[in-house]
Structure formats: structure tokens, C-alpha cells
């Protein structure tokens, strides 16, 4: 492996869609001046030694933990390089979930606890929205860290006075923006407003992204998500946190 | 409501070709599945489908390569479908580049097979094939083997268990209007989509933008699949969408 590049590591937990999420990073690597490594790995040793790590996940929460539990030391390794090394680190689909204190699918199962909150199903269908909420639908961007803020005047329509998240960058956000691609049943009920980064629009408010210092997850799939999946992946590997 | 309403284009491939041919311009293979799934991406399509229909067990392997090829390209959503039947196919198709595998013959033989498959990959990975003929007002028949196999099982009561079951989404086509250009049938699609709490794609007859939207304003459809009007350039994926912005369902409009 070549020193001066970036090592970006996909934790491969037997879960989801590793090769859609290596090739969309790939591609947008493509755009950065020193083009980093894009690593599928389930060695403890290279997840400790990432410079950015990437956990996806599809299928369900429990079974999404267990496989990630099977990798030997896996939570002191990402305790050890996110929460106290400050890695940035980017959560998909289950992968963000996983970040919640624990989630209420099939059972309740303990997260990894680092942003506070819980994960529920959807409640859509007293609204005639389907389950999965399955699609493309449009991000609005909250004011990410602040909350003293109520529900309402969280969501931002004029931008001028607000620059989102990083990993928002030159992303055309809001009703009339870019959009993201969804799949999913359970969502992530944050309990500090200031954790959500943008949130979507099914039955309801929905966190779309939600962080915090060097850490981010999304709901949605950037692999899938064409444009604005690219941007925000490119975002990622630009992230200096 | 902010979600979109899809258009998904449907590939037949058979031993790695496109079977029925893409006519877009600028396509040097026209029969190349990957390089009709990259013009789709750029034509701004919500979706990609391809149904494998390859006769052999050896075609049936290409599928992977054109899926692995295609996910190296375009970054939307790809369902595959034709031939699923275990466990080992779905997670061969996933680690491809799939990100929901439809399943028909293999459900109908046996339901539990969806548990098994949603149990261990999600519900929102598995899609369900109701292939359906009309029998009678209000009633529909279940088909495989790509409509030649009739099965004695009622459409409806299929749709509804196979839900329970696990499936995420079914794709509902008719068999009565595949290929027809007639349409939807839409009382087919409006009966399993009120029935069932998953997202439905209408499929089989469309001929015009029309059909398109009956199938979302009056089939109750969350998506529309059409192969031959794109495939022959007789309408863009652009003014498909478009057409149906006009008639007052929420599109994406990104590319």
C-alpha cells in the first residue's frame, strides 16, 4: 500500500451492497488531487489503520449488529479511531442506524450509543404512504447544531444566512433540489435536534443525515443516488472534520 | 408529499444481450445491456430493471458480469430479476451490484422461500413478480415461467401473502396487456395496490405517456416499468417524465 495516499475502508460485515459503495467512491475519488485507496476490508487491523471509514449496511438492525460484532474488537476499534481519534467516519443506511443508542426492529438491540436516539418504524400509513418508504425524495437542511431552535423554524427556506454541512456542499438542497434515493422501514429518532443535518419529508419529518463533530450517517444511499450521492461522497473524502 | 413517483425501464437480457434491442442514438452496441443501462442513467431514469431470460444455466451466469459491469457505471438503483431461486443466487446478485432481485416461478413454488429471503436480506431487497392473467370481472390468475405456466392461484390473495411474507414491493404485470401497447390493466393494478401496504410497479402495455399516468392516478401505482416505448426512442425518459409533471405527479427531474 502506498503511504502518501488515503486509506478509505468499507467495513465488510457481510451486509449490504459493498461493491455499489466501493465503486461510486471510487468515482468520486476521481475528482481529488491525490486520489486515496478505496479498501473492502473485515481485518480489525486495516479498519484501525483507515483514514476515513465507511460502514454501510442493508437488511435488519439486529442482523446487520451481529455481523458487525463478528469482526474481532470491532467496537474498542471504533471507539478507539471515531469517537476518540477523530476519523471521519460515514454511515449508510443501517450503517447510520447502527450509530443510535438501539433500534426496535425484530426486538429491541443496542447500537453503537454515539449519537442519542432510537430507531422506530415509519409511521406513514395512516397516510396512505406505503412501507418501505422507497424512492427519491428531496433533503431540507436544518440548522445542524443549534438546538434551541424549535421543529419548525428548523428547517431552513432561506439559505443566505445559513452554509450547511460540509458534506453538503455544492449539493442543491430543499423542495426544489437534488434528490436522494430511500429504502427503508425503520427510521432514526434523534433525541438532540442538533444532531440532524437534513431531514426528508414521508408522513412526517424524517432524519435524512444526522452527525456530529467527525462523524456522519445518512439514511438515504449515496452509491444510489446519482449526482447528488456523488457530491456528497466526494464531500466525504474532502472532509477535513 | 415529496416522494417521487418512478419510471423504470425494463431490460430483457438473454445470454448477456438485450433482447429486444435499444434504439437510443449514440449507442454503439445497441444490444449491449451495460451500455443501455449508462444511457438510462444519463436519461435520467429512477430506476433500472433487468429480467434475465436466458434459457440456459450457463446464459443464466452472464447476468452477474452485466451486473457487475453495469454497478461499476451507473449509480441508481438496479433490480434483476428472472431465474432467482435461492438464497445463494440473491446474495450472488447483491455482492454483483443488485440492489433488489424481483422473484416469480421460485415464490409461487414456494412461499416460504420469500421468508427465508426477506429474513436474511431485508424486506427492501425483495420484490415480487405477480405475473397475472385475467379470468373473469375482478378476478386474476397467477402465471410463471414468463406468462406460458398457468398456476390455479388467485392474484390477489398471492399479492396479499407474499407481502405478509416479507416482500417489499411488488411488480404486478399483466399478462393480457404485455406487449398489447393497450395500457395498464389498471382494475388488476388498482386491486393489488389498495390491497397491500408495499409500493407497487404497474407493468405490461404501455404504449403512450397516457398510460403512464392512469397507471399512477388511477392503478394507485408508486412506480411505472415500460421496456418497448423508451427502448425505441419513441419517447424519452425526459419527456416521459415530464409529460407526467404536467398531469400533476410529483417527478424527479434532476439530470
Redesign the interface.
Known sequence: MDKNREKIVIIDYGSG????AQ??LA?AAKNLDNRPEIIVSSRAEIIFAADRIVLPG???FA?CKKGLLAISNIEQILTERVVRGGVPFLGICVGMQLMADYGKEKGKHAGLGWIRGIVKKIKA?HKG??????????LNITKFGNDKISKSENIINNKSDFSPHPLLNNIKLG?DG??A?????YHFVVNERKNIIAS???GGEIAAMIGKNNMVGVQF?P????????NLLENFLRWRP | ??????IIPCLDVKDARVVKGVNFVNLVDAGDPVEAAIAY?KAGA?ELCFLDISASFEGRDTIFDVV?KT??HC???LTVGGGVRSLKDIRKL??????KVAINSAAVKNRDFINRAA???????IVVSVDARKIKENKWEIYTHGGRNKTGIDALEFAIDMVKRGA??LLVTSMDRDGTKLGFDIELTKTIADAV????IASGGVGKLEHLVEGVKKGHA??VLAASIFHFGIFSIAQAKKYMRDNGINM?L??
Open positions: 451492497n459493498l461493491r455499489s465503486k461510486a468515482r442493508v437488511g435488519a442482523d400509513e404512504l406505503k412501507i418501505p418508504h422507497m424512492g427519491w425524495n428531496t423542495e437534488l434528490h434515493y430511500f429504502v427503508h422501514s426528508t419529508d414521508y444511499h452509491e444510489k443516488s446519482q449526482i447528488l450521492g456523488l | 408529499m415529496a416522494l417521487k413517483t418512478r442513467d429512477d457487475s454497478a461499476e449509480f441508481m438503483p447483491l455482492l454483483c451490484g443488485a440492489d429474513d436474511k436480506f431485508g424486506n427492501q431487497c417489499g414491493e401496504n408495499v409500493p407497487v408508486n412506480a424527479r434532476d439530470y
